[in-house]
């Protein structure tokens, strides 16, 4: 069974920078997917950036474009997202997520059955 933690998050002021991490367990097999999601309060879940085994597929929305990295550690089933110039409608619950394929929708929630707990991310401005 896939497990995913997630770590990091936390607060700052607009134009800041945080980062968060997951680890994930339990799977052998490479060509995997680790997606970044996050929802603030009263909407949707939304995807923010994707990577796949090996860092040669990688998405972003178009709202963090420029402002989101996304990596990963294949050697400790790490992916990472570090986050700059923060703005208040960053501010929201951040979930990682696994999908041991592709996907014609790497960013779509409803592709991902492996979820961490999330961790919250909050700009103030």
């Known amino acids: 069974q896939v497990q995913l933690v997630e770590s990091g998050g936390g607060s700052v002021q607009a134009g800041g920078s945080l980062r968060v991490s997951c680890t994930v367990w339990?799977?052998?097999?490479?060509?995997?997917?680790m997606a970044w999601f996050r929802q603030a309060p009263g909407k949707e879940r939304e995807g923010v950036a994707v990577?796949?085994?090996?860092?040669?597929?990688?998405r972003y929305a178009d709202s963090v474009k420029g402002r989101f990295t996304i990596s990963r550690d294949s050697t400790k089933n790490t992916v990472s997202l570090q986050m700059d110039s923060l703005r208040p409608e960053d501010t929201a619950m951040y979930y990682c997520?696994?999908?041991?394929?592709?996907?014609?929708?790497?960013?779509?929630?409803?592709?991902?059955?492996?979820w961490g707990q999330g961790t919250q991310v909050t700009v103030s401005s």
């Open positions: 997520a696994w999908r041991p394929d592709g996907s014609s929708r790497p960013l779509d929630f409803r592709e991902y059955n492996n």
């Open positions: 990577i796949r085994t090996g860092g040669d597929y990688i």
């Open positions: 339990g799977y052998t097999y490479s060509g995997n997917y």
